[in-house]
């Protein structure tokens, strides 16, 4: 029998139009609403036989992901080769290669979206036929954001970011993206959240109560009106003051952006990538320039959302 052809799956990156955060939970996450937005960033995941799994990566700080079993595309193979292992298979492995566009820790959800590639590719690798709803349950199993990675689009997600709905969105939108010359760890950021927040009494001296995260209605009808200036002024992000609490040079980021016209400036998720909206792709390339020339980021992409999810984009055959 030949050996199966390499597969290579697209992945983009994600921004989160809306992110509300509750309390911490008992298992340390924390219930959130949120709005996943697919941009056209994309990592490439190529998957070819091997006899055991291997990694390797290029690109877009390359040298800051992990090798071995902490990475997540390499963790995402064995959980599908163990939700195989049942089909009596035999042994599966995979030599993975990602080429990395997403910055890493940068907010972007790029470790999620190599996992959720790498996911997509063995599927297709080892013939397995799982169904995108099994392979989004192995998904949630290995991040918040991998379940959104493989469905792309524009989605509301719930609990720990796992349940994704998806939203109804007109039009393209057009961002600018603006990266940082540092990372930050999503979990420090969600824990300088919890800090924030109790530090922020009420007049009594007792803590403030969290509220309950919910989806912004306002938001999701500026949405289906496809209208990036009623868009703009709703983005909201929960773990923003966290973020630039941790990287106050953010700050000195989001004003740039404002002044030089974006619609809506937010922190990417965690951070510390900022989010630009511009009214269109023409507007983006402007703004674009403008951040460079103002010195407030390490680099920028002007990009463009809804992107799809994961996707395969080459199975060759032999030559
Ligand atoms: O799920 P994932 O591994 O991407 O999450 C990384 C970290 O981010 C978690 O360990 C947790 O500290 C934090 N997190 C959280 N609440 C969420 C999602 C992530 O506290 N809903």
Redesign the pocket.
């Known amino acids: 029998m030949t050996a199966a052809p390499p597969v290579t799956v697209r992945v983009p990156a994600k921004v989160n139009l809306q992110l509300a ?1 509750g309390p ?2 008992p298992d ?5 609403v949120t709005v996943f937005h697919a941009v056209s960033l994309f990592d490439e995941v190529t998957v070819s036989p091997a006899d055991r799994t291997t990694v390797q990566v290029t690109g877009e700080g390359a040298d800051a992901v992990p090798r071995g079993s902490a990475n997540l595309a390499v963790k995402a193979v064995t959980a599908l080769e163990r939700a195989l292992r049942p089909r009596g298979r035999g042994k599966l492995a995979a030599a993975v290669s990602i080429r990395k566009r997403i910055p890493v820790a940068a907010g972007l ?1 790029g ?2 979206a190599d996992a959720a590639a790498a996911l997509l590719a063995c599927n297709e690798l080892w013939r397995a036929g799982l169904s995108v709803a099994e392979l989004s349950d192995i998904a949630a199993g ?5 379940p959104f990675a493989l469905a792309g689009g524009t989605a509301i997600g719930q ?4 349940l994704l709905t998806t939203a109804l969105v007109a039009g393209t939108y057009h961002w600018v993206l603006a990266f940082a010359a540092g990372a930050l760890a ?2 420090e ?3 300088a959240c919890d800090r924030l927040r109790a530090g922020r009494g009420t007049s009594s001296g007792a803590a403030r109560r969290v509220p309950e995260p919910a989806p912004s209605t306002a938001l999701m009808a500026a949405l289906r009106s496809g209208d990036a200036a009623a868009v703009g002024p709703l983005l909201a992000n929960d773990l923003q003051p966290a973020a630039v609490s941790l990287m106050p040079e953010l700050r000195r980021t989001l004003t740039a952006g404002r002044e030089h016209g974006a619609l809506g400036a937010i922190v990417s998720g ?1 951070g510390p990538t900022c989010a630009f909206l511009a009214a269109d792709a023409r507007a983006a390339r402007e703004l674009a320039v403008s951040l460079t020339g103002a010195g407030v980021c390490r680099s920028v992409a002007a990009t463009s959302g809804p992107a799809p999810g994961a996707a395969i984009t080459a199975s060759q055959g032999p030559a």
């Open positions: 955060v911490p939970r340390g996450y924390h219930d959130l959800a470790g999620s290995l991040g918040s954001d991998v609990g720990r970011g796992e999503t979990p950021v969600y824990a965690s």
